[in-house]
């Protein structure tokens, strides 16, 4: 399969111990299946990419009329949450065609994910909330979460936009990249990434490969390499003998 992403909802958090027995937090995500509804390509679009839809239980009643047409011509199963992902063509210069299924295998050999979800919504928040101030004395007599000057005095006697104020917070397109994949399992369409994932329990999010992975640190490549840290202290010890 050359899609590069695939569609699902958060579970939730939980934690796992590794083989050190170090605590990992970890977020459960269950992502497909997912269906290719449409292919597009640079010669008609200008791009590449598949746009797929998260197979769930949608009432056919719920559909709009065009949404109907549009799944309704290649006589696909009605999906609610339809996102493009990138992918990849082959030798042939082919690549995915509609009706294809996406599935969490596609994840298997991979290490880390890019994540892309809306993040909890906070209504109307503070300055102290919303962008961190540190706010006023919180003695008697004292304003603290009070936003403070927000003028520019004569020149150019104006609010400058983009000044950091009170107002709505969250209800955002949040992205998180290079999560650790922790695990796969295929039968239950389960992906468990290290970290925190953006939005609220069984919130739609969208899961692709890994675009700017972490490089590997010095040392820890294989057995034959060489810690950098370990020969310094090493040398140090014989200098000091």
């Known amino acids: 399969m050359a899609v590069h992403g ?5 579970v939730g958090m939980t934690q796992l111990f590794d083989e050190k027995g170090d605590v ?3 977020t459960v995500l269950k992502v497909g299946p997912c269906v290719v ?5 640079a010669a008609k679009d200008g791009y590449n990419a598949a746009q797929i839809g998260l197979v769930e239980f949608v009432k056919e009643s719920k559909l709009t009329k065009p949404m109907k047409g549009h799944l309704g011509k290649h006589d696909l199963p009605p999906v609610k949450f339809i996102r493009e992902v ?6 042939d210069g082919n690549g995915t065609k509609v009706g294809d299924r996406v599935l969490v295998d596609i994840f298997e050999n991979e290490r880390f994910v890019d994540i892309v979800g809306t993040s909890k919504g906070r209504g109307f928040a503070g300055v102290v909330r919303r962008h961190h101030f540190a706010g006023g004395a919180k003695s008697h007599g004292s304003m603290f979460q009070i936003t403070g000057s927000i003028g520019a005095s004569a020149f150019p006697s104006r609010v400058v936009k983009g000044m950091r104020m009170a107002g709505h917070m969250g209800d ?19 992906l468990v990434v290290e970290g925190a994932v953006p939005g609220h329990k069984d919130a739609f999010v969208i899961v692709t490969r890994a675009g700017k992975p972490p490089r590997e640190r010095r040392g820890f490549a294989g057995s034959g390499t060489v810690d950098p840290l370990k020969a310094a ?3 140090a010890q014989s200098k000091k003998k």
């Open 6 to 10: 695939i569609l699902g909802r958060k």
């Open 37 to 41: 509804t449409q292919c597009k390509t």
């Open 233 to 235: 202290k090493k040398a």
């Open 24 to 26: 990992r937090p970890c």
């Open 86 to 91: 990138p992918f990849d063509l082959d030798a």
């Open 172 to 190: 955002a397109r949040v992205t998180v990249q290079n999560l650790r994949v922790l695990g796969v399992d295929k039968e239950e369409n389960l």
